[in-house]
Nanobody, 121 residues
Framework: QVQLVESGGGSVQAGGSLRLSCAPR?????VGWFRQAPGKEREFVAV????????AYGDSVKGRFTISGDNSLNMVCLQMNGLKPEDTAVYYC?????????????????WGQGTQVTVSS
């Protein structure tokens, strides 16, 4: 049973924008986005807490990406502006159902199927 429904992604030229969406079908305390490029480890991108009161970003996307969501985290979006070729990766939505946790991979126990983002130079 799919717990996280992702949409968005695709191909864009450098400098362009894309928007990813994630609709958790479970109660969650935080929703995060991670990405994984070929041959690399999965990397933290952004996280938003329940009530949308707190957000955090990976250093490589600060100032370019924005995570947003409603208070109940029924829908979470990742707006990606100023895309660079190095942003090319499979992006995963993840949900953390434990009340305590941050943005480490181990703090997320449900994962989406991933969506490809390709940025050409």
């Amino acid at each position: 049973q799919v717990q996280l429904v992702e949409s968005g992604g695709g191909s864009v030229q450098a400098g362009g924008s894309l928007r990813l969406s994630c609709a958790p079908r479970i109660f969650t305390y935080r929703v995060g986005w991670f990405r994984q490029a070929p041959g690399k480890e999965r990397e933290f991108v952004a996280v938003i807490s329940r009530t949308a009161s707190r957000t955090a970003y990976g250093d490589s996307v600060k100032g370019r990406f924005t995570i947003s969501g409603d208070n109940s985290l029924n829908m979470v979006c990742l707006q990606m502006n100023g895309l660079k070729p190095e942003d090319t990766a499979v992006y995963y939505c993840a949900a953390g159902t434990a009340i305590r946790g941050g943005y480490n991979i181990k703090d997320f126990n449900y994962w989406g199927q991933g969506t490809q983002v390709t940025v050409s130079s």
